[in-house]
């Protein structure tokens, strides 16, 4: 019997304790994001929309999501 | 002189063509620092812009969801010009702009890089350098950047699709304050110039299109204003106004009174 475990990711600037078993796709639903809205930066690197769905979440990754705001 | 062929086509005007694409406003506006959404959209319509500018930032996961601006703006309505604001070396505005054409509308960037938080005014060698990285990776890159003639020629060397002084500093309303720089900018450059930041209300609007230039960015303007849709509708007019009056050519001033009515024929 495995536990669910967590693991310690830095999230748009936070420290924040995710489920172990996370895809990029996973956390975006996880937390309310329309896939199509937002842009994912993991440790650096842009990530394709395509491969959100196999990109595991793992411990001590940087994720920023970003998205589009008002500006001139 | 510019030459227009106007009976043909039905129109006074010429489209406003950046990097292979056509607009029939003048007239960019951004989509910060307005009271609420509904205000800005209304604004945005009613100033008749096509092109809109956008800003790159982190989704505040603390938040609504509908904190992002296309909850708000159709991409099938408007095109969207992302913009590297708030970037302080070229390093920064490289990433932003990566950002925001993996967002997956287009390749199109506003490069803004600035190097004075006091003033905003733009690290023109920062600008450069980003412009060159971002040109050579198939960016169309629209670049902010000061009244200067020899930055805007290195800028379009560097192959910018456009070059945008700005008439004043960002937010400042005060205008444009070096016509002349502006109108020598237009008068050297090729691609098209877009005065961006410094527009405060109409006559400035018509004032920097009289110059000469083939559009208009502005953002505050419009955001700051009392009422943003009405403004909107008198800075779509005034972009007109003031593009109309450099086509036709404007009469010499002078200063000495000439009648307008014939001086013969008077009674005796």
Sequence with gaps: MSEATTIRVRLNGKERDVDSDHTVRSLLESLDLQPSLVVVELNREILARESYGETLIRDGDTIELVHFVGGG | MTQIVVQKAGTLDMPLTIG???????LIVGTGKYATNEV????????????VTVAVRRVDLDRTKEEGILHHLSPDEFFLLANTAGCYNAGDAIRYARLARAAGFNEWIKLEVI?????L???VHATLEAAKTLTDEGFKVMAYTNDDLITALRLEDAGCVAVMPLASPIGSGLGVVNPYFIREIKRRLEVPVIVDAGVG???DACITMEQGVDGVLMNTALAAADDPVRMAHAMRHAIVA???AYLAGRMPSR??????????????
């Design chain 2, 115 to 119: 190097g004075d938080q006091a003033t």
């Design chain 2, 20 to 26: 292979g694409r056509s607009f029939t406003s003048r």
């Design chain 2, 242 to 244: 003031g593009r109309m």
């Design chain 2, 40 to 51: 800005m959209v209304d604004a945005i319509r009613a100033s008749g812009a096509e092109m």
């Design chain 2, 121 to 123: 005014l733009p690290d």
């Design chain 2, 201 to 203: 209300t109409a006559s």
């Design chain 2, 255 to 268: 200063e000495i009174a000439v009648p307008s009515s014939p001086v013969q024929g008077m009674l005796d």
